[in-house]
């Protein structure tokens, strides 16, 4: 079936600079996302969310942009942190699914940050 | 508030044994989910709690795999017999409600390894 992918596995950053981690989906009709960030040792936590009727959404230091066009999903972190190292994974949910109840998630990307 | 509980944190069986594992969700949680997670993969559900109700395992291998929510709290998964390709890290995750956008808490999950 179709799956989320991601373009790169791994990311390393100077600390105090932006990241950018990005996700590719292939369903046209996956109608909301969310980032998870995922420490070693620990389950996944919320980023971020975004539906479908939007481009864009800000948080704390991260905003979440999406491309319906091109079907790419990208997290950009502001003045990363040695604490913004984990791996990150984008979900998509693709209906008939509504929300969250069944949730599928990309490979992951592996973020360092350099102190 | 206490996060997702699970245990056991690590487990190490010979194929061909049975192993179980425990999830104390959020409380006040009444969607509770297991997935699998390979590594370097994001996690795959298996099954979706609503309350007591199994209300998708269509992803569940149910030759081997089996869980129970009784009274719509904690939940049990089950495997027997284990195989090799059980190995994995098996996360439970909690959320308020399904089917919006009400955030998944995730439990630390338990690393199965199968000799």
């Known amino acids: 079936g179709e799956s989320v992918g991601l373009h790169l596995p791994t990311l390393s950053v100077q600390e105090g600079d932006n990241s950018i981690i990005n996700c590719a989906y292939s369903n046209s009709a996956s109608d909301y996302f969310i980032w998870y960030k995922q420490e070693s040792g620990k389950g996944p936590q919320f980023i971020i969310d975004?539906?479908?009727?939007?481009d864009k959404r800000q948080g704390q230091r991260v905003t979440v942009l999406l491309n319906k066009t091109v079907k790419h999903l990208s997290l950009q972190i502001a003045a990363t942190q040695p604490g913004d190292s984990a791996v990150y994974f984008c979900?998509?949910?693709?209906?008939?699914?509504?929300?969250?109840?069944?949730?599928?998630f990309g490979t992951g990307t592996r973020l360092t940050i350099i102190p | 508030e206490a996060g997702v509980v699970q245990s056991p944190r690590y487990k190490i069986i010979e194929k061909k044994q049975p192993v179980a594992f425990w999830c104390n969700p959020i409380s006040g949680h009444n969607t509770l989910y297991w997935y699998l997670q390979n590594l370097g993969q994001g996690p795959e559900l298996l099954i979706r709690?609503?309350?007591?109700?199994?209300?998708?395992d269509s992803q569940l291998p149910k030759d081997r795999f089996s869980a129970e929510r009784l009274k719509g709290v904690d939940s049990t998964l089950k495997i027997q017999p284990a195989e090799l390709g059980d190995s994995a890290v098996y996360l439970c995750?909690?959320?308020?409600?399904?089917?919006?956008?009400?955030?998944?808490?995730f439990g630390p999950g338990t690393r199965l390894t199968v000799l």
């Open positions: 709690y609503e309350n007591e109700e199994a209300v998708d």
């Open positions: 975004i539906r479908s009727n939007m």
């Open positions: 979900a998509e949910n693709q209906p008939p699914n509504f929300g969250n109840e069944k949730l599928t």
């Open positions: 995750a909690s959320s308020s409600r399904a089917g919006g956008t009400d955030t998944q808490y």
